[in-house]
């Protein structure tokens, strides 16, 4: 046996270890080096969609508090983010064109809010569809699609050297499954399983925003607004970040048909839940 031979090989991936780990160092750290952003997915329906809102009633944007990535008309580049937020982002199964119009969300105040807490600027994605049932967003193609966005954005982010540094989704959602007599337990099912599958495509954690009462009938959401909370408090991924829409009862809080929130009422929420989102998040760092 060369013994000279040997050493000299062991020397050479003793060498070519060391060089590896080095540029796995020295990448990590040119990684850590891009702006840092969390990527925060807008799911839900016609409230999270904005159909009651005015975005000329929204507030302004703080400077380098929010971006909107738009995976149906510019999945290329971010924007700042404007309302009405994702008002040209239909598409497939997250399509609502033919049922509502964004007129303005709670998406701003949300991310000012946010961006006060924890510093760090949010990527805003689009994927609320007005209507929706939570079968629907199950069995629909939902869920795949806003799984795409999601995807989409990633690449999109990695192309232009912005660091993400949490992704997370926030859902306000329930009042079709009122109407449609959906049970808690049903609906508390069907939420694990949206969200267990949300976490698969890389969310950490799901933003619960409770639905509030329908001013016609007090009682009728009520179930599901239990079960919202129920489930929030079950599971350490759940995490209930506004119960404000069932206080937001005046005449201005809501329009004519009692479902929709207006942009004073959406201005409310999205801050009460963009500030307690925030503060969970900071939390994870201290």
Avoid at 127 to 134: K, N, P, T
Wanted: one cysteine or more; proline letters at 3%.
């Amino acid at each position: 046996m060369n013994t000279k031979k040997l050493q000299n090989n062991k020397k050479a991936i003793v060498i070519g270890s060391a060089v590896c780990c080095l540029l796995f160092i020295l990448l990590g750290l040119y990684y850590r080096s891009w702006p840092a952003v969390d990527v925060i997915l807008f799911m839900g329906q016609s409230n999270m969609s904005g159909a009651g809102g005015d975005a000329s009633l929204a507030p302004e944007l703080i400077p380098g508090a929010g971006y909107e990535f738009r995976a149906v008309t510019d999945p290329d580049h971010l924007h700042a983010l404007e309302e009405p937020f994702g008002k040209n982002e239909n598409r497939g199964a997250l399509d609502d064109t033919e049922i509502l119009e964004r007129n303005g969300s709670l998406a701003t105040a949300f991310v000012n809010a946010y961006y006060e807490e924890t510093e760090t600027p949010v990527v805003a994605v689009s994927a609320s569809v007005g209507s929706s049932s939570l079968s629907g967003w199950l069995n629909k193609g939902r869920k795949e699609e806003a799984a795409d966005r999601l995807k989409e954005a990633k690449k999109c982010l990695w192309k232009e050297r912005i660091r993400i540094r949490h992704v997370y989704m926030l859902w306000f959602q329930g009042e079709t499954d009122a109407s449609l007599q959906t049970t808690g337990n049903e609906y508390k099912t069907m939420m694990r399983e949206l969200v267990s599958y949300m976490e698969k495509q890389g969310v950490e954690a799901c933003f619960v925003i409770q639905i509030g009462a329908d001013l016609a009938e007090p009682e009728k959401y009520q179930e599901i607004m239990q079960a919202q909370e129920e489930i929030c408090g079950e599971y350490g991924d759940m995490i209930l970040v506004s119960e404000l829409p069932a206080s937001l009862t005046g005449d201005d809080m809501k329009d004519e048909g009692g479902i929709h929130f207006t942009q004073k009422a959406l201005n409310l929420i999205g801050e009460d839940a963009g500030e307690q989102a925030g503060a969970y998040v900071k939390s994870l760092s201290q």
